[in-house]
């Protein structure tokens, strides 16, 4: 231990009696603090120790805000993501309601920019207005005509059912 500020206290002659006492206690030690006050090593050793294990609890902290910081960007991610995958359910929903021929053709015209502004109904109307030839019932059979019906209609309806199972529309 350091005993140079306690001979200067003391002076010699008490300095000699003071140290000649503590040679036997070994576990004894006392550390000056600069200001005149003096501080059992024991008190310094458990503070040291306080602030070493305050020192890993903000460590294990500012891990966890790492990781939960990490987590809450996937979640935004993820969310965004499920937005968009929704956002295209609805745009093929709204095809297949509108009896498209060509659904993937359809779907490729739709301007998913603009659809805040205009949805995706009013574009469907849009381009059934400009393509009619898309839209139709020929999915689910000859759209409901009768087969004895002998209107222009009903005739082009099955000319394009019979080239679209041709694999020629």
């Known amino acids: 231990m350091d005993t140079t500020l306690l001979k ?3 002076g010699d002659e008490l300095y000699a009696q003071v140290t000649e006492k503590l040679k036997g206690a070994d576990g ?3 550390i000056a603090t600069g200001d005149g ?3 059992p090593k024991s008190r310094l050793d458990a503070e040291i120790a306080k602030r070493n294990e305050l020192k890993k609890t903000v ?3 500012t ?3 790492r990781a939960g910081e990490d987590l809450r960007l996937e979640n935004e991610k993820l969310q965004r993501e499920t937005a968009e995958l929704r956002r295209e359910a609805e745009i093929r929903e709204a095809i297949n309601a509108a009896h498209a021929r060509d659904a993937r053709v359809v779907e490729r015209l739709i301007d998913r920019e603009r659809l805040e502004e205009k949805g995706v109904n009013e574009q469907i109307g849009e381009l059934r207005e400009r393509y009619p030839y ?3 019932a020929v999915r689910g059979g ?3 005509v009768k087969l004895g019906a002998e209107t222009p209609a009903a005739r082009g309806d099955m000319n394009d059912a019979i080239r679209a199972a041709a694999g020629r529309y």
């Open 8 to 10: 200067d206290c003391l």
């Open 28 to 30: 004894l030690r006392i």
């Open 37 to 39: 006050s003096w501080l």
């Open 59 to 61: 460590e294990e902290l």
């Open 63 to 65: 891990e966890k805000a």
């Open 134 to 136: 898309l839209f139709g």
């Open 142 to 144: 000859f759209g409901g």
